[in-house]
Structure formats: C-alpha cells, structure tokens
C-alpha cells in the first residue's frame, strides 16, 4: 500500500537530516531525541531499577517495569534498539512502561554497552548477563518461571533473537518466548529488502552498514549469533512474535527468520505493517505487537495447561 500519512510526515520531518553515516559519533547519539518520542512518563505499572553485574562483572543497570496485576506474570528481558551506538533507560522509559501495561508482562530493560566502544561479543554478553540475572529473580517481581522471554527492537533485535541460541549452547537459562520489532538479524546486508529499499525511508542500507561495522566489523559480521537469520538449526530457537513494516530496509531480515521457524517447525506469529518505515513511533507499543505477544502467551499456556 501507499505509504502511511504518518510515515510520510515523519520523513518530511527528517528531510533535512544528515545522513547519520557522514556526522561523527556524538552528534549521530544527540540525534536520538528527534527519532524518538519519549512521552509522559505515565504511572502505569512499578518501576524497580537495580544494579547488576555485566557481561565482564562490571556495573550494568537494569530498569524492572512490574504490572500491578495479580501474578504469576510473564517476563520479558528487553533489549533496546539505537543501531547497536546509542540509546538508554531513561530515552527508552515512557514506552517500556506502556508495553508493561497494556501486555500485562514484566520488562526488564538492559542498560548493554554500546559500540563501539564495547563491540560484539560484548553487548550480548551483557544481554545474556542480564537473562541469569532474571531467571534467578523473577519470584521477586511476580514472575512466571514458565513464560521467561526475551525482546528487542531495531538493533536490540539482534542480540535478542540471538539468546535463545546462545542460552541453548551454554545450558540455560530456559527460554519460553522471543518478541521480535523491526529486528536487524542479518550483518552480511543479504535480504532482498535491504537493496529494494537502500534510500528514501531514513533508514539506509549505508547506514546499516556503518552501524555493523561499529558493532561487529569484519569477518564478525557472519558470526550467526551477531546475523541471527544465518542460523544452521533453527530448532534449537524458541517460539515468536514478529513486527516487520513495509517500507524497511530490514523488512525481511524478520520475515526470513519467521520462514525459518516455520520450517523447523517452531511456531511464529508474523505481522507486517503495511504504509510505515522503520521509525514510525515504537515499534514495542503497536497494537499488532501486544496482539502477536498475547496469542503467543495463549498458546503457550494452553500447551503448559495440557502438560500440568
């Protein structure tokens, strides 16, 4: 379909913005403000924020968004997006609350380095840092051992849909679901929709290539735990929601994961918004998300159920 009204208003918005891949680091991180909305800081669910031992056992922060429904309640670990070089807690707040909200889960929001000053292997090392750290607290906050999941949007995508794998290697934590917005899952640039859609929706495939190489440069990029999509078994990985627009570049990044499921007979729930580019306003807060999510929990608890 046509592109959205909002779509296209967002990129007139931006008509005038440099190319992120021509301005030096810095400016290119002071820029997120323009992208996203942070909105008010609603009093919708509890907000914990705890200090936790990273990735290398430094310091990390983790912000814990606690639905004031009755547990037990499922749990997400989230992984921002920002193109693998920006983003924290606080930019990220108002819409983590929302979603805590409106899908009844528990969020727990990593604060993981960003590139390039920590490069791949080490924010995913962050991120699984913070899944342990999760599995053995969610009783605190009214969490559901059964229904631990993961998510992230953008590039938090890609570390995200990395875990289960990752997790699947070294023995644990168990996974139960994955949440998938507008993801990043392949560095070697290889899906249709990154040539199809190379300029004219903001988001670039020069752009995607500059953020690669601060994450992960060189040969890393082929590593299937930084391209996700590039997976040898897919069996190993969990069941998942996914968000895809169609005017993305990484459009079929998610898409071809979704594909890859399906044939490894793990069950997805795939939605693409028709008419929106990747930045259309928070991918984590649209209602096609929170319907995935809520019918990927339904069937999960209906296996769970069966099983009990």
């Known amino acids: 379909m046509p592109l959205h009204p909002e ?10 913005v440099p190319d992120p891949t021509d ?3 810095e400016l290119f991180r002071g820029g997120a403000a323009t992208l ?55 930019m990220f707040d108002a819409g983590r609350r929302d979603f805590a909200h409106q899908s009844k889960c528990v969020i727990v929001a990593v604060d993981q380095r960003l590139s390039p000053e920590a490069q791949f292997p ?6 699984y840092a913070a899944l342990i750290w999760t599995a053995g607290h969610m009783k605190e906050f009214k969490g559901d051992p059964a229904l631990l999941g993961v998510g992230g949007e ?10 289960p794998f990752l997790a699947h290697e070294r023995g644990g934590p168990k996974i139960a679901f994955q949440v ?27 752009q995607l290539d ?33 968000v895809t627009t169609e005017y993305d570049p990484v459009r079929d990044d998610g898409e071809r994961f979704a594909e ?32 995935l999510l809520n019918a990927l929990l339904s069937d999960l608890r209906a296996v769970q159920a069966k099983g009990a």
Not at 7 to 16: I, R, S, T
Not at 122 to 127: G, Q, R
Not at 182 to 198: G, I, K, Y
Request: glycine share 8%.
């Open 210 to 242: 500059w953020c690669y190489e601060k994450y992960a440069p060189g040969e890393k990029r082929k590593s299937p735990l930084v391209s996700p999509a590039l997976q040898a078994d897919f069996s190993t990985t969990v069941p998942a929601a996914i």
């Open 7 to 16: 779509a296209v208003a967002f990129l007139e918005k931006m008509a005038d």
């Open 122 to 127: 080490a924010p995913l090392e962050d991120a």
């Open 23 to 25: 301005e030096n680091l």
């Open 36 to 90: 996203i909305a942070t909105g008010e800081r609603a009093d919708l669910c509890d907000v914990i924020d705890r200090t936790i031992a990273g990735g290398d056992r430094q310091d990390m922060g983790v912000r814990i968004y606690v639905p004031r429904e009755e547990g037990p309640l499922p749990v997400i670990l989230w992984v921002h997006g920002g193109s693998f070089v920006r983003g924290t807690l606080d």
């Open 154 to 163: 953008s590039s938090g995508g890609s570390p995200a849909a990395a875990l």
């Open 180 to 206: 998938l917005a507008n993801p990043l899952l392949d560095a070697t640039l290889s899906s249709p929709s990154v040539d199809e859609l190379a300029t004219g929706y903001f988001l670039t495939k020069a």
């Open 260 to 291: 890859s499921l399906r044939r490894a007979n793990v069950p997805v729930y795939l939605e693409r918004i028709l008419g929106h580019v990747h930045h259309f306003g928070g991918a984590d807060r649209t209602p096609a998300l929170l319907r």
